[in-house]
């Protein structure tokens, strides 16, 4: 069982930057996969990136590939999402998911069975 709380939403303007952290205040971050998810208003909730369980490479939706970067820290266990290059479409509530997931189902929103509560990204024109 792990519990996930994330940080560091707020507001920015188009091109602006945020960085969000995802931190298991229970249980570790070990043996799990460690994703990113997004919903924005009407819409729902999609994948934006993760981090495997067994290390190697990180992988992201199209939409934010060479914009968003996902580190992990194993040892502290955390996990954060620098965001650069912000849009108005970027604006969503972003959930942390833990899970394990196989590698065809990492994208899946259903293979997590752990979820923190959200935080609010906002991106004005």
């Known amino acids: 069982q792990v519990h996930l709380v994330e940080s560091g939403g707020g507001s920015v303007q188009t091109g602006g930057s945020l960085t969000l952290s995802c931190a298991a205040s229970e249980g570790t971050f070990s043996g799990y996969s460690v994703a990113w998810f997004r919903q924005a208003p009407g819409k729902e909730r999609e994948f934006v990136g993760a981090s495997r369980a067994s290390g190697g490479n990180i992988y992201y939706a199209d939409s934010v590939k060479g914009r968003f970067t996902i580190s992990r820290n194993r040892a502290k266990n955390t996990q954060s999402l620098q965001m650069n290059s912000l849009k108005p479409e970027d604006t969503a509530i972003y959930y942390c998911?833990?899970?394990?997931?196989?590698?065809?189902?990492?994208?899946?929103?259903?293979?997590?069975?752990?979820w923190g509560q959200g935080t609010q990204v906002s991106v004005s024109s």
């Open positions: 998911a833990a899970g394990r997931p196989i590698l065809s189902t990492l994208y899946m929103r259903s293979a997590y069975a752990h």
